[in-house]
């Protein structure tokens, strides 16, 4: 299937996989395979955890990047290759040629020490505090709080930390090694972060047991599932991040994913019927194993949205498993509506509004915490601030003259 764009700029063509045609099957064959699963118009799937409503019609931009990357929303993008097949044009700056493999291969890859150790532990100390949770006091984990929804009270089972822009968050980000791993699976340099949180996952128990949610048959599921709507024509491609601020271990749950069922994805799916879960995959975890990386403090792991992953659950007595959700994707600087909301979000520490499920502490919220972070010229650049072709907007010629930017320290 052929699916082109119909943006301003350079007309693109986007093959189904990536690449060349798939030639048709002898009638025999065609008549022995399941039922074709439908071809619907490439928009991302949204797990009401993760993200927001789709606004409808959205309009496609295109990144500001040489290679062609086109966005409705700065989560999933239509590319001309996808990442699994993309070919490097520019030389690896983090990742060694077997990482890179790695990632194409099995669908993540693992940077060590992608900031500073120490600056993970820190970071971890500020979750713990901002959380208002003592580490040496288990008991104090659980204690009775108000839930404004049932959303609310999911967010508190799976660990979620209302805290976006506290200054260590933002040395995350524009760190660069960080930045440098991504501009290696986008092949691309002008990117923005994404603007999240933080997590801290206790032991899965009292009013943090997820048996308080209720499971269902199909769609979102916290153990496995994908970002993305695995049946669509054109899968877009998305890439997801986290940052472990602590050691790993097999009691404490975090991260897993199903490597195999990437590798093996076309293969697999060839194999499915019309009407399967297009984000939680039925599979034989004797064939397709579930694997949990081992991570430890500062340690970044990278996604592609066609991985199957979830979150085991903390089964240990006294662990906690920490993190900080990081990525990084094309710069949608012609977006203009969402540069703003990010840059906004940014300086007066607003909620960002880019996923309904983020909510913001109801306790005390981060703005009335802390001021507004620094910025580094990188930075700037990764949030929209600064464009990256050096057009001096409103924002950056403020910010670089100290009239915006100098609130960071206010
Ligand atoms: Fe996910």
């Known amino acids: 299937m052929v699916y082109t764009n119909s943006v301003p700029g350079p007309r693109v063509s986007f093959t189904a996989a990536g690449g060349p045609a798939v030639p048709s099957p002898p009638p025999d064959a065609a008549a022995r395979r399941p039922p074709a699963e439908p071809t619907r118009r490439p928009t991302a799937w949204r797990d009401p955890l993760t993200t927001p409503p789709a606004p409808r019609r959205a309009r496609l931009h295109r990144a500001t990047t040489d290679r062609a990357y086109l966005s409705a929303d700065g989560e999933s993008y239509l590319a001309q290759t996808t990442l699994r097949e993309l070919r490097k044009e520019r030389p690896l700056r983090v990742l060694s040629e077997e990482d890179f493999a790695h990632w194409q291969t099995y669908g993540y890859v693992v940077v060590r020490e992608a900031i500073p150790a120490e600056a993970a532990r820190r970071l971890l100390d500020f979750t713990w505090d ?22 609310d ?44 949180r933080l997590n801290l996952n206790p ?42 601020l602590n050691d790993t271990a097999p009691e404490t749950g975090g991260f897993q994913c199903c490597p195999e069922l990437f590798r093996g994805f076309e293969r697999w799916r060839a194999a499915q019927s019309a009407g399967r879960d297009p984000i939680r995959p039925d599979v034989d975890r004797s064939e397709f194993p579930v694997v949990r990386p081992d991570l430890g403090p500062g340690d970044l792991l990278i996604w592609n949205g066609l991985l199957a992953h979830g979150v085991a659950r903390n089964a240990s007595r006294n662990g906690v498993r920490a993190v900080q959700y ?7 600087e012609e977006h203009e509506k969402l540069r703003r909301s990010r840059v906004e979000s940014w300086r007066h520490l607003r909620t960002p509004r880019w996923n309904r499920t983020l909510v913001g502490d109801m306790v005390r919220h981060e703005s009335l915490r802390y001021p507004t972070a620094e910025l580094t010229p990188l930075g700037e650049r990764l949030l929209g601030l600064a464009s990256w072709h050096g057009t001096q907007g409103p924002d950056t010629a403020g910010g670089r003259s100290g009239e915006p930017v100098c609130t960071a320290s206010a």
């Open 203 to 244: 032991p899965n128990t009292g009013n943090r047991d997820r048996a308080l949610i209720e499971p269902t048959e199909r769609g979102f599921d916290i153990e496995l599932h994908w970002d993305i709507d695995t049946t669509l024509g054109v899968p877009p491609q998305r890439v997801q991040g986290i940052i472990a």
């Open 326 to 332: 990081l990525s990084m994707m094309p710069a949608l």
């Open 153 to 196: 009270r999911q967010l508190h089972v799976y660990g979620f930390v209302e805290a976006y822009h506290h200054q260590l968050l933002w040395d995350s980000r524009q760190a660069q090694r960080v930045y440098d791993a991504f501009v290696d699976v986008w092949d691309c340099e002008e990117l923005w972060v994404t603007l999240d």
């Open 130 to 151: 901002f959380q208002g949770l003592d580490p040496d006091r288990p008991d104090g984990w659980y204690e009775d709080r108000p839930f404004r929804s049932q959303l």
